[in-house]
């Protein structure tokens, strides 16, 4: 059983930084997947992006391409969300999943974290 852990939510101000982290326990993330998603108030839930278990491959939502940068230290058993030039539309509550790649091919997200809220004013 994988538990995960978001830290590193806060307010920052429209053009500012915040880089979030994912840090598991319980099990070792370097087998899994890691991704972020989000969801504001009133909203679907929304996919940010994600990286694969060795870091070798990433995705990203074209809302947040060139503008975020997901890593990830496996030694730390942590995955990283970088958000820079934030917008007031990146306000959201931020999760990340662990997953593993299912039948079909599509990600099985197995394990969420609690969530940390990004606040960005204008």
């Known amino acids: 059983q994988v538990q995960l852990v978001e830290s590193g939510g806060g307010l920052v101000q429209a053009g500012g930084s915040l880089r979030l982290s994912c840090a598991a326990s319980?099990?070792?993330?370097?087998?899994?997947?890691g991704a972020w998603f989000r969801q504001a108030p009133g909203q679907e839930r929304e996919f940010v992006g994600s990286?694969?278990?060795?870091?070798?491959?990433?995705r990203y939502a074209d809302s947040v391409k060139g503008r975020f940068t997901i890593s990830r230290d496996n030694a730390k058993n942590t995955v990283y969300l970088q958000m820079n030039s934030l917008k007031p539309e990146d306000t959201a509550a931020y999760s990340c999943?662990?997953?593993?790649?299912?039948?079909?091919?599509?990600?099985?997200?197995?394990?969420w974290g609690q969530g940390t809220q990004v606040t960005v004013s204008s």
């Open positions: 990286i694969s278990g060795n870091g070798g491959r990433t």
């Open positions: 319980g099990g070792t993330f370097s087998g899994y997947g």
């Open positions: 999943a662990a997953y593993v790649i299912g039948t079909g091919g599509f990600p099985r997200y197995d394990y």
